[in-house]
């Protein structure tokens, strides 16, 4: 299997050595402000945040493949697949 480094569209400071037709070619968040996507808190100003990005994941034709990805890897922060990391803490139990 031909691998490809390349950045993650929710964290440009990110590096991720994955398979080639990576699913991150589709996704919604490419070119959006990454901070949306990793507010300090769930709650207070930050939800607003959260909502903002939940709003591009709600667009995004790979949000499935995301919340899988996330799920997988125990991502433990950020918004992946439209939820929070407590929510993915949840979908785990
Ligand atoms: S579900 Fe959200 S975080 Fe995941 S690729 Fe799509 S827009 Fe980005």
């Given at each position: 299997m031909n691998t490809t480094m390349y950045r993650d569209p929710a964290n440009p400071l990110a590096v991720r050595k994955e398979a080639d037709d990576h699913w991150t070619d589709l996704s919604?968040?490419?070119?959006?402000?990454?901070e949306i996507f990793y507010?300090?808190?769930?709650?207070?100003?930050a939800r607003d945040q959260v909502a903002e990005a939940k709003r591009v994941c709600y667009r995004c034709a790979v949000a499935a493949e995301c919340l899988d990805w996330a799920l997988r890897a125990g991502e433990p922060a950020g918004i992946w697949g439209g939820t929070t990391p407590e929510e993915r803490r949840y979908l785990r139990r």
């Open positions: 919604e968040c490419r070119g959006s402000d990454p507010p300090i808190t769930e709650f207070g100003p």
